[in-house]
C-alpha cells in the first residue's frame, strides 16, 4: 500500500454523525473509541510486519490521539479520579479566566492520565484487531484493490468476512 501524500501514509478520517457535529457533545466512550481507531494503522503495522518495521505513517494519526486526550483530561475533565471533573485548561489560550499554566504536579499528572487513556485504547485496538485478523487481511487487499474504502464499504466486509452485523462506529471499539 503507497501513500499518496507527502505526510501520512494513511490517515482515519472521523466523520461525526449530524447530531454529534450540530451537538458538539462527544460522551467519554466516543472518544476512547476515537483513540482505538485512531491507533488502527500503528497497530495492524506492528500486528502484520513487526515493530521493529513499523513506519512513520500514522505520525497524524499519533498526533490526533495525543489532542483528543489531552483535551479529555485538561479540558474535559474525564481522567481518572486523580485529578477530577476539572478542567486545567482553556479550550483556546486567552478565552478564560483559567490560569495559563498548572503547576508542574498537576502537568506531571496530566501527562500521566493522558498515558493512562492512550495505553488503555492501544490495548482495545490491539486486542481487536487481534480479535478480527481475517478481517484486518480483508481491508488490506481491499487496500491494495480500491486504495480507499468508506464506512458502507466496510460494513460489507464485516458482514462477508467476519459473518457479523456491523456495529455502529466508534463506541463499538470503546472498552
Known sequence: IIPR????????LFTPSEDRMESGMYSRKFLK????????????????????????????????????ARRMVAQW?????????TAWEAPEPGMS???QAASETTESTI????????????????RTLEEHRTLL??????????????GSELDK???????KTPNP????VAA
Request: proline content about 2%; charged content about 25%.
Open 169 to 172: 462506529r466508534p463506541e463499538a
Open 77 to 85: 475533565g474525564f481522567s481518572s479520579d486523580t485529578l477530577g471533573s
Open 33 to 68: 473509541g476515537q483513540l482505538a481507531v485512531a491507533l488502527g494503522g500503528r497497530v495492524a503495522e506492528e500486528l502484520v510486519f513487526g515493530g521493529d518495521e513499523v513506519t512513520t505513517g500514522a505520525s497524524n494519526d499519533l498526533q490526533q490521539i495525543r489532542n483528543i
Open 111 to 126: 501527562d500521566n492520565e493522558v498515558a493512562k487513556l492512550v495505553t488503555e485504547a492501544y490495548d482495545v485496538c490491539k
Open 5 to 12: 501524500s507527502n505526510g501520512a501514509g494513511g490517515f482515519t
Open 137 to 150: 487481511d480483508a481491508v488490506v487487499e481491499e487496500l491494495l484493490e480500491k486504495e480507499t474504502i468508506d
Open 97 to 99: 479566566m483559567l490560569p
Open 157 to 163: 466486509l464485516v458482514e462477508t468476512v467476519a459473518l
